[in-house]
């Protein structure tokens, strides 16, 4: 559970019709221009956050090594409120879900927007840590993710961002996230990932100021998933419809190890990709690259040390798993109360080690 009771049970009942009856809840929520009340907004919510939670119970049951949300992928809600057209936060509810088997779970952002609703959940834990690459300055929404936000308590250091200028290119991008990403594996060594996928950052975005390519960003989705980690894949922010649905066809083939023609095959929406009808449009130069490379240099150099302090990857000790919040065909678990469930018993990640006698993944090295 992560979300406010009473934060749902508005969602719940709050409709286009009666919104007037609610008129005193909407600022405390935070419903407003950016998060409007539309027909059918709970069911939206249970739809983008059930899959994403879905995709993790699938993963926890080592059923697929790629699950993919494109619906999800909603960084900005936060537990009392909407945020940034986030109403529900798919992200933490399918991350909590994960942590019932993962010791460690490393949430990636490569949305144009900081993932701020996932850092503030995670904020003061080890279990989960999260780098989110974004557009930082000039009063950008929503304004947080400087690169010395590093988590507090026992997460000091275990929040990670990269905060970019306008205009950063495929080259400068990957200089930075190959490099961090690599180092994040080695010294946190997680065993489950959450990969959100924003497109917003590519160019040519109507809200984005990135200058990314669909090719570009799909490296960062072909990195991660070289690691052969499972991994949770999901959507995000992008307002250029059309290059959203071109960039997520195109880390679908990816995920799936399946080229794509650059040819468009004929569809019911074919008119909305001219003049070119291609997988890959010429997104380059969208706007001035405002990052030197003596900026990026730097900012990875502090990245890479904060990483090379943390030291020994934590761990959890054996213990009682909670049952699925949903079963594998996604059914809610409580509705079967009296079926018989291998979930709850002690388990442990196969790929977890530990240094001591409680080591299971028979490493001898």
């Given at each position: 559970r992560f979300h406010a009771d009473d934060y749902i049970d508005f969602l719940k009942r709050v409709s286009p019709d009666n919104i007037q009856q609610f008129a005193s809840s909407l600022a405390r929520f935070n419903i407003g221009e950016d998060c409007p009340v539309f027909p059918g907004l709970y069911d939206f919510c249970c739809m983008s956050s059930g899959a994403s939670i879905e995709g993790a119970v699938k993963l926890n049951n080592e059923t697929c090594d790629i699950a993919i949300n494109w619906s999800g992928g909603l960084h900005h809600a936060k537990r009392f409120e909407a945020s940034g057209f986030c109403y529900t936060n798919d992200i933490v509810l399918a991350i909590l879900e994960l942590l019932k088997y993962h010791p460690r779970v490393l949430y990636i952002d490569i949305d144009v927007h900081h993932g701020d609703g996932v850092q503030e959940a995670f904020y003061t834990t080890d279990r989960v840590l999260t780098v989110s690459f974004h557009k930082f300055g000039s009063n950008f929404f929503p304004g947080t993710g400087d690169l010395f936000e590093l988590g507090a308590q026992k997460g000091k250091n275990y929040s990670l961002n990269i905060p970019l200028k306008d205009g950063i290119d495929d080259h400068n991008y990957l200089h930075l996230f190959r490099p961090i990403i690599q180092s994040v594996m080695d010294h946190y060594r997680p065993?489950?990932?959450?990969?959100?996928?924003?497109?917003?950052?590519?160019?040519?975005?109507?809200?984005?100021?990135?200058?990314?390519?669909?090719?570009?960003?799909?490296?960062?989705?072909?990195?991660?998933?070289?690691?052969?980690?499972?991994?949770?894949?999901?959507?995000?922010?992008?307002?250029?419809?059309?290059?959203?649905?071109?960039?997520?066809?195109?880390?679908?083939?990816?995920?799936?190890?399946?080229?794509?023609?650059?040819?468009?095959?004929?569809?019911?929406?074919?008119?909305?990709?001219?003049?070119?009808?291609?997988?890959?449009?010429?997104?380059?130069?969208?706007?001035?690259?405002?990052?030197?490379?003596?900026?990026?240099?730097?900012?990875?150099?502090?990245?890479?040390?904060?990483?090379?302090?943390?030291?020994?990857?934590?761990?959890?000790?054996?213990?009682?798993?909670?049952?699925?919040?949903?079963?594998?065909?996604?059914?809610d678990i409580d509705e079967n109360p009296e079926k018989s469930d291998n979930n709850d018993k002690q388990i442990a990640a196969d790929n977890e080690y530990y240094d001591d006698d409680k080591d299971i993944d028979k490493d001898t090295a």
């Open positions: 065993t489950a990932i959450v990969l959100q996928c924003g497109a917003d950052s590519l160019g040519h975005d109507r809200l984005g100021v990135f200058s990314l390519s669909i090719k570009g960003h799909g490296e960062c989705v072909k990195f991660v998933k070289s690691f052969n980690v499972p991994v949770l894949v999901l959507g995000g922010g992008g307002y250029t419809i059309r290059n959203v649905a071109r960039c997520w066809t195109h880390e679908t083939g990816i995920l799936l190890d399946t080229p794509l023609s650059n040819d468009l095959p004929m569809n019911d929406y074919f008119e909305y990709f001219s003049p070119d009808f291609k997988l890959h449009p010429d997104l380059a130069n969208a706007h001035e690259n405002l990052n030197s490379r003596q900026y990026l240099d730097q900012a990875k150099s502090k990245i890479l040390e904060v990483l090379r302090g943390l030291g020994t990857a934590p761990s959890v000790g054996m213990h009682e798993v909670p049952p699925d919040i949903m079963g594998q065909d996604g059914i």
